[in-house]
């Protein structure tokens, strides 16, 4: 699975947009893009995946760029709790695909 | 469905000592996997089922650690001759389709002392 380079950590204010980055510039034509969380003391969380186009859910939107080297995870009206680390990850999706290969994230700081 | 649910939720034992922790996936989730995670890490794969079927293993999954899942519903993962080393948080997993997101358990915290 193609490697991924995320910024330690970042901060935001509550009420404003984070906006979370992914390099995964050695991304292979059939892997995807995964994005969970975790807050603190919790196991992971699923947030959204995709492959090419962008995707929203009710917890966030993927953006991802037409060349897929990178991607952004928007999660709009930031809370506290959304404070956590943030993972983005790389896969390929066939039928023996089993492992999720995680990294060690973005930590986000939500502030008041 | 109350989600993915891992017992114990923490586990103290001494050096030397076997430990086992169970999984119970939600219901309808054939795929199941296991990891582990340690302070300011990201969670690291140990092991993956398919039904009954264990189809993947970590090389971090010495001749110590056994993982089964005998009926295809729940899993037990159990470490022999505990080491300080193997304190952790273990987590398990579970899904329904390879695409699908993992839903993941709550963890077992383990302290080897």
């Known amino acids: 699975d193609a490697k991924t380079t995320q910024p330690p950590s970042m901060d935001c204010a509550e009420g404003r947009a984070a906006n979370l980055p992914c390099n995964h510039s050695t991304i292979s034509g059939n892997e995807y893009v995964y994005w969970y969380r975790q807050i603190h003391s919790q196991g992971p969380q699923y947030i959204i995946h995709g492959l090419k186009n962008n995707e929203t859910n009710e917890m966030a939107s993927l953006i991802i760029t037409e060349d897929r080297k990178s991607s952004t995870l928007i999660l709009p009206h930031a809370t506290l709790r959304d404070t956590a680390v943030y993972y983005c990850?790389?896969?390929?999706?066939?039928?023996?695909?089993?492992?999720?290969?995680f990294g060690t994230g973005t930590r986000l700081q939500v502030t008041l | 469905d109350t989600g993915v649910s891992q017992n114990p939720r923490h586990k103290i034992t001494k050096r030397g000592q076997n430990v086992t922790f169970r999984c119970d996936p939600i219901?309808?989730?054939?795929?199941l996997y296991w990891y582990r995670q340690t302070l300011g890490q990201g969670p690291e794969f140990l092991t993956y089922?398919?039904?009954?079927?264990?189809?993947?293993k970590s090389r971090l999954l010495s001749d110590r650690f056994s993982a089964e899942r005998p009926k295809g519903s729940f899993s037990t993962l159990e470490i022999q001759r505990t080491e300080q080393g193997d304190s952790a948080m273990y987590l398990c997993a579970s899904s329904l389709d390879v695409s699908d997101g993992y839903t993941f358990g709550s963890g077992t915290r383990l302290t080897v002392v």
């Open positions: 089922f398919q039904n009954e079927a264990q189809l993947e």
């Open positions: 219901s309808e989730h054939n795929r």
């Open positions: 990850i790389v896969r390929v999706n066939t039928g023996t695909a089993s492992k999720l290969t």
